[in-house]
């Protein structure tokens, strides 16, 4: 491939600016309402509270038995809650008392320092708001119930937890799968490598192979930490399988033979997730490694938002926007995403116009996927915990319109024109 300049691309902070006008408080706001009617000072705060207990409900938590994990990674098992200390407002806690079976005393934990409890199996999580300097109990059996029903609604559903020997056989499922490739390719010799999360089979030579897999591996670990999974988190139906070969031909087969393909367009990689939750990438390497870093990140992204939380499909604006800002990140000796952004801020600026055919279209043309990446990149920047709440509350149900609403307080119309802002074209309409 020709190299590609690197391009100039620069955030401005207009965006930004934009974007946290709608929600950051001016310190005079934000006093007034804490003294008078506590209320939360911006839109993750305010998602917060749609599933708080009251004051009445945290009441007849006292007395009962809990497990409640702290942000040390530190469990009271088996205490009893014997107090809340709260501010005025009695559904906002500032701290909880409990006391351990054999204890003298009771031991005080502080709301920034409280995660989750378990009360009579039913799970909590408390939800510290800066703003407030308290912390609500949210009611997670209540919220997800309710997310279930929204999702029933449309057909969709939470991908369930698999029990870990369940998780063994689906990866000797893969296994097989996998020898039957060898055996169709048995003039490529290729090889099986496996790592926590990754069942990688392909014919590059091993010394090869090892950058591929840690890329892999953190690209598992960043998306999870911009969703909001825990670190060591297995979001896989078993583990992902990558299938990859050093040329086209055998990739081209590959598609034919396994998945009865016969038109990959330009592809260097296709993501197939199924409708059981497996996922299987398969790509080829050609002559630039760097290139195909990024695209082994990017097809595996979609594998790890396919798998999120539940199934409901991702906008394509969002979708690859993800995974180009993902491969960007992991993979920085790939100029490609940033050479994709600068290449749509130069269109847009002769159009001054996406003409509707980019935040509902079904698939982007080329130059597009740089303006998806680059809008998830300022997005992000703005705030990563409402980038969170944006994305999560599409897998939970909202459209994505109405989440990003919920989240950034932005119209579609103001979401493109921030954007626009970002890279000198104030009007950009949708
Ligand atoms: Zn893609």
């Given at each position: 491939m020709v190299?590609?300049?690197?391009?100039?691309?620069?955030?401005?902070?207009?965006f930004l600016a934009l974007l946290l006008a709608w929600h950051a408080p001016t310190a005079e706001a934000q006093k007034r309402s804490t003294r008078f009617n506590a209320k939360p000072s911006?839109?993750?705060?305010?998602?917060?509270?749609?599933?708080?207990?009251?004051a009445e409900e945290i009441d007849q938590l006292i007395g009962k038995t809990a497990d409640v994990l702290t942000s040390n990674g530190k469990q009271e098992q088996n205490v009893e809650i014997t107090r809340f200390f709260t501010g005025r407002d009695k559904s906002q806690i500032k701290s909880m008392e409990v006391k351990a079976e054999n204890a003298r005393r009771g031991k005080r934990l502080f709301a920034t320092r409280l995660v989750e409890m378990t009360v009579d199996d039913k799970s909590y999580r408390f939800q510290y708001l800066p703003s407030l300097k308290a912390a609500t109990i949210e009611d997670q059996s209540k919220k997800n119930a309710a997310i279930k029903d929204k999702l029933r609604s449309s057909n969709e559903q939470f991908w369930e937890e698999i029990p870990e020997e369940e998780q063994l056989k689906h990866v000797e499922e893969y296994k097989e799968f996998l020898t039957k490739v060898g055996e169709h390719f048995t003039t490529l010799n290729m090889k099986f490598y496996e790592t926590k999360y990754f069942l990688f089979y392909t014919d590059m030579p091993a010394k090869q192979v090892a950058p591929y897999l840690i890329q892999l591996d953190k690209m598992n670990e960043l998306l999870g930490q911009s969703f909001g999974f825990k670190p060591g988190h297995n979001i896989w139906r078993g583990k992902a399988v990558i299938v990859a070969f050093m040329g086209k031909p055998a990739f081209l087969e590959f598609e034919q033979q396994f998945y009865n393909r016969t038109e990959t367009g330009n592809a260097i990689g296709l993501c197939h997730s199924h409708g059981n939750g497996k996922v299987v990438v398969s790509c080829y390497r050609g002559n630039d490694p760097n290139f195909f870093g990024a695209v082994l990140v990017?097809?595996?992204?979609?594998?790890?938002?396919?798998?999120?939380?539940s199934t409901v499909p991702i906008p394509t604006w969002i979708n690859e926007g993800i995974a180009d800002w993902i491969a960007m990140i992991i993979v920085p000796s790939s100029k490609e995403v940033r050479f994709r952004q600068t290449e749509a801020a130069a269109r847009l600026r002769q159009m001054k116009t996406f003409g509707g055919q980019f935040f509902n279209s079904d698939r982007l043309d080329g130059w597009q996927y740089g303006s998806a990446s680059a809008i998830i990149q300022l997005m992000l920047k703005a705030s990563p915990e409402q980038f969170k709440l944006f994305f999560n509350g599409i897998k939970e149900g909202l459209t994505w319109q109405d989440s990003l609403q919920r989240a950034y307080g932005l119209t579609v119309e103001q979401l493109s024109q921030a954007y626009g802002q970002s890279i000198g074209i104030p009007l950009l309409t949708p």
């Open positions: 190299p590609r300049p690197l391009p100039n691309f620069r955030v401005t902070t207009t911006n839109t993750v705060e305010a998602a917060a509270m749609e599933f708080a207990l009251s990017h097809e595996t992204a979609h594998g790890y938002i396919h798998r999120y939380k």
